[in-house]
């Protein structure tokens, strides 16, 4: 039954009413409402209405038909929109609000103003000038390119008698065409962008020449809704750079009043207002809450294009640019530094420290602050979460990660990916999309046919964070050729599968984790994405890992709420699953399963490291021992069979992630204070994996712990340090440490 009634709806009216046809003032906020509640029969007796507030509910969309004649002020403010075109229903529409609506972006901003045609007041801001520029001037820009393109690739094409099937063929392929290679004003507006070129085309296509097909293109474009919005080149003479969008995207907002959530320092005051956008969480975790105990006041985001010329050419926003545009600066000594503005990147020297006697076992090589917001050399706020080294590409099998070993890493924080040659400390590409956070990436290599039908071996790049969405980057090319919206709420981590190079996981707030198939693209960068499995969780899953010794059977995740065990064998038939196993581990003097794991790697084949919200708690466990293959049944609770606990910082600070090298036995966890603790196991992994092998009964000290140099910064230190995540390349080569300042720091093993 609808929550909204006839009764309702008057006692709702400002004044109150007896008649629903006199209400001009209705007030529907804070009631839970959902798009389902809004009623178009009852809503059409509300001919008089001019002020409707609907804030603070459940809405995703607009029903298409609610038929308010006379609206004149409409509040939508924090809901949950994903579409604003349903609102042309309200022609006379002249004040519109809807902040805090985190999957609405700038691009439907300019979609409102452009279908509104009286609108004056969006979000509180005078659009009207602006909103004349859209109409106006941006769709006759927009019309001479559409035409242009058409009388330059397609005119031909089109003989001078035709059949419906050739209309169709023509049309669908222009259309596809036309919203790749149409490029006009800035990047940040690229759907939008592509959203005009659509409806101009279908306009064009159907006044000018007459090519409407009413009856066949509708399912085509149904159809082409419901999968993948691919693109394609119109020819060979065509710009050579495609977009392909799986999925329409719809991003989240940042919005002014809102910092972004980062949780820390105890001393740090609350702040009132925090969007959950980061890997960063309070102790207790609801759906959507904020973050407790703010880490950092970063400063209010804003919605900005990419800056572009320093970077090259932009294609729709998202390509990285050409060469090597970001060159290190040569070594300084000193308090000196050398900065350099190509990309953002800045490239910081220590301070000589003649007082420190320590036997290191690594030196630093670079300092590098590329992910700067704006490439603003002050940027010290942007959290930097998520680095992985590239894959090498050779013609034979690899087997040996030693001999395979790269020395270029993807990091990624803030709006920007970056890949950096570690020996030089060079930034080599930088891609970037105003108003994302990303928190993760993830590499895999795809057998692609290029343009000769050849095949061959390409590194492939995933992105993803805040806004839910897995942007696909063929680094080799320079270009972002597709996303897949794959979640509602920000991602905290992605991996692919070691055995299946299609087959990427990705992991949500929305406490789900989904698998995916992200295809291979063709030659002309069409591909589909089809999700596979859907793993629901307990709580919001923080890290994930595949056990290595079945990847295709059980994944492993580290979750805010315990340690979970799913399995993800796709022949079982059941598409959405639950947990198999949640372990159990150590709790003063008994075992429990809820703690927040916020660290977690396999060392070995069997050996599994994770750290816990417990201070100071790094354990080292047997996954064969502690899981029970044999038994039956879902979400059974299994003891972790321990069988080390490593000596770390006795922080509570939490999200401070490990990682493992397999190859040499090390583990690596950063700590409060910008050091690396770094662990040496090589000589316990034999004893561990014998039947009968005991714990260790005393902590594991680390083997080093690398201090963070004194670095100069304008003539002063930096502020608080803490190491998010710390990686090392497969032959233990290079450390790359990213910290929630906005410097990679990069070491080298001596």
């Not at 629903?20 to 059409?44: A, C, M, W, Y």
């Not at 390509?319 to 060159?327: A, D, H, I, L, T």
């Not at 930097?384 to 990660?401: H, I, M, Q, T």
Request: net charge neutral.
């Amino acid at each position: 039954m609808s929550k909204i009634t006839t009764e309702l709806l008057l006692e709702r009216a400002v004044p109150r009413s007896t008649r629903l046809r006199k209400i001009e003032t209705l007030n529907l906020s804070k009631l839970q409402l959902k798009t389902g509640d809004l009623d178009p029969r009852l809503f059409s007796r509300l001919r008089h209405l001019q002020k409707l507030d609907l804030s603070d509910n459940l809405l995703d969309k607009f029903p298409n038909s609610l038929t308010l004649p006379d609206l004149r002020v409409l509040n939508c403010n924090n809901n949950q929109l994903e579409d604003v075109t349903a609102l042309k229903q309200f022609p006379l529409l002249e004040e519109l609000t809807y902040e805090n609506n985190v999957y609405l972006t700038l691009n439907d901003d300019y979609k409102v103003m452009f279908l509104l045609e009286n609108l004056r007041l969006l979000n509180g801001k005078d659009i009207t000038k602006l909103a004349n520029h859209v109409r106006h001037v941006n769709s006759r820009k927009l019309t001479s390119k559409v035409t242009a393109h058409w009388e330059k690739f397609f005119r031909d094409q089109l003989p001078e008698k035709y059949t419906a099937e050739q209309v169709k063929s023509i049309r669908k392929k222009f259309l596809k065409s036309v919203q790749t290679n149409v490029v006009y004003g800035p990047s940040s507006l690229s759907e939008f962008t592509r959203w005009r070129v659509k409806m101009i085309a279908e306009e064009f296509l159907s006044y000018s020449l007459g090519l409407e097909l009413n009856s066949d293109t509708e399912p085509d474009e149904k159809a082409e809704e419901n999968e993948e919005e691919s693109t394609e080149s119109p020819r060979e003479a065509a710009e050579d750079v495609a977009q392909v969008t799986v999925t329409p995207s719809k991003r989240k907002r940042n919005h002014s009043k809102s910092g972004a959530g980062n949780k820390r320092s105890k001393s740090q005051a609350n702040t009132e207002e925090e969007v959950v956008v980061n890997p960063r969480k309070s102790s207790h975790v609801q759906d959507d809450p904020a973050p407790d105990k703010p880490r950092t006041s970063n400063q209010p985001a804003k919605e900005t294009a990419p800056e572009q010329g320093a970077e090259g050419t932009q294609k729709n926003g998202e390509q990285f640019p050409k060469g090597q545009s970001n060159r290190r600066s040569s070594q300084m000594t000193g308090e000196q530094k050398s900065q350099e503005q190509d990309n953002g990147v800045v490239t910081l020297t220590p301070v000589k420290n003649s007082k420190r006697k320590e036997d290191v076992s690594a030196e630093p090589l670079h300092f590098l602050q590329c992910h700067s917001k704006g490439n603003s050399r002050e940027d010290f706020k942007t959290q930097l979460w998520s680095c992985v080294f590239e894959p090498v590409l050779d013609s034979g099998a690899r087997k040996d990660p030693i001999v395979s070993s790269s020395r270029t890493v993807a990091t990624c924080g803030g709006e920007s990916v970056c890949l950096i040659d570690c020996e030089t400390g060079t930034v080599l590409k930088k891609y970037k999309v105003a108003t994302e956070e990303f928190f993760s990436v993830a590499w895999t290599t795809l057998t692609m046919v290029i343009s000769d039908s050849r095949k061959k071996a390409h590194n492939i790049l995933a992105a993803a964070g805040r806004r839910g969405i897995v942007k696909l980057i063929h680094v080799a090319a320079d270009f972002c050729y597709g996303e897949i919206k794959a979640h509602k709420k920000p991602i905290a981590t992605v991996c692919f599968s070691p055995t299946q190079e299609t087959h990427l996981f990705t992991a949500s707030y929305d406490k789900r984790i989904a698998l995916w198939d992200i295809g291979i693209p063709d030659c002309d960068y069409n591909f589909k994405a089809s999700q596979l499995l859907l793993l629901e969780a307990a709580s919001i899953p923080l890290r994930i890992a595949l056990v290595p010794t079945c990847p295709e059977q059980y994944l492993l995740a580290g979750c805010e709420d315990g340690c979970f065990a799913w399995n993800i064998k796709l022949d079982k038939g059941e598409k959405s699953r639950p947990f198999e196993a949640i372990f159990q581990f150590p709790d003063d003097e008994s075992m429990t399963t809820s703690h927040r794991v916020d660290g977690l790697a396999f060392l070995n084949d069997d050996v599994v490291v994770s750290k816990s919200s417990k201070p100071g708690c790094i354990y080292l466990w047997s996954w064969s021992r502690s899981f029970d293959t044999k038994g039956k049944g879902c979400q059974r609770t299994m003891s972790a069979v321990i069988l080390a606990e490593l000596e770390w910082s006795t922080t509570d600070m939490s999200y401070l992630t490990l990682s493992t090298c397999p190859a040499k036995g090390y583990v690596f966890c950063g700590d409060e204070k910008g050091s690396v603790w770094m662990y040496n196991l090589s000589s316990y992994t034999a004893a561990w994996g014998s039947p009968k092998g005991k714990r260790s009964e005393r902590r594991i000290s680390p083997a080093q712990i690398l201090q963070w140099p004194e670095l100069h910064i304008n003539g002063e230190q930096p502020p608080e340090i803490l190491v998010n995540n710390v990686v090392s390349d497969p032959a233990f080569t290079y450390l790359v440490v990213l910290t929630s300042v906005n410097i990679t720091a990069i070491w080298k093993k001596s």
